[in-house]
């Protein structure tokens, strides 16, 4: 019966174990992407920066063009700045999710 209960100690602290180191590595993995992503982000941001200071020394023909590349630029941004607003919301789940998974296991109520 001693075996038993040592046996159903250790599978229960291994899967403790586990599923924090999971969520570490999760969380790990997560932060890799959002540095990655915030890296290509200010590279374009930089890029449309520095196109907007020759659109206004370009002469009046090539400025249309530029307008365009400008806006197409604008766009890329704006689309970069949604995907982070998704990865903030994905990362603060997680985060949340880990709280709770730590809570229930420790046998705590967080709802009430």
């Known amino acids: 019966m001693d075996d038993l209960l040592f ?3 250790v599978i229960g602290a291994v899967s403790v174990i586990t599923s924090i180191a999971f969520w570490a590595l999760l969380a790990f993995g997560l932060f890799k992407v959002v540095k990655g992503a915030n890296a290509q982000f200010e590279q ?4 449309a920066l520095q196109l907007g200071r020759q659109l206004q020394s370009l002469p009046p023909q090539q400025r ?3 307008s365009m590349q400008m806006s197409a630029a604008l766009m890329n941004l704006n689309t970069q ?8 919301q994905q ?16 046998g705590i109520d967080w709802r009430s």
Do not use: V
């Open 7 to 9: 046996w159903i100690i």
């Open 44 to 47: 374009q941001l930089q890029q």
């Open 64 to 66: 249309a063009t530029a």
């Open 81 to 88: 700045m949604r995907q982070f607003d998704r990865l903030q």
């Open 91 to 106: 990362k603060y789940e997680m985060r949340m999710g880990e709280l709770m998974g730590m809570a229930s296991s420790a």
